[in-house]
Nanobody
């Protein structure tokens, strides 16, 4: 069973780019608003981008203009394209509904921005 499976993270230099993917079970994804969240060491998990079933998007101020969220409804997949990455973007990135399903989180994907 799929549930939520994030991928695409890695180590990148400041100014670099990554594209994250999240494959979701249909019952989680279909027609739902989905979000990308991140949690840095010692910090609370925060929502960085959301996309409605109709593909309207909203971003946290810290990533606006640098990150782009999108979805492929045929594949039950949500993406996060991240450009101009900064060291402060270092975190584990997760996807979930917005608001999130409390007991349904994936393993996340680590993004490390460092020279």
């Amino acid at each position: 069973q799929v549930q939520l499976v994030e991928s695409g993270g890695g180590l990148v230099q400041p100014g670099g780019s990554l594209r994250l993917s999240c494959a979701a079970s249909e019952w989680i994804f279909r027609f739902r608003t989905m979000g990308w969240y991140r949690q840095a060491p010692g910090k609370e998990r925060e929502l960085v981008a959301r996309i409605t079933g109709g593909s309207s998007t909203k971003y946290a101020d810290s990533v606006k203009g640098r990150f782009t969220i999108s979805r492929d409804n045929a594949k039950n997949t949500v993406y996060l394209a991240m450009n101009s990455l900064k060291p402060e973007d270092t975190a584990v990135y997760y996807c979930n509904q917005d608001p999130p399903l409390t007991f349904t989180w994936g393993q996340g994907t680590q993004v490390t921005v460092s020279s």
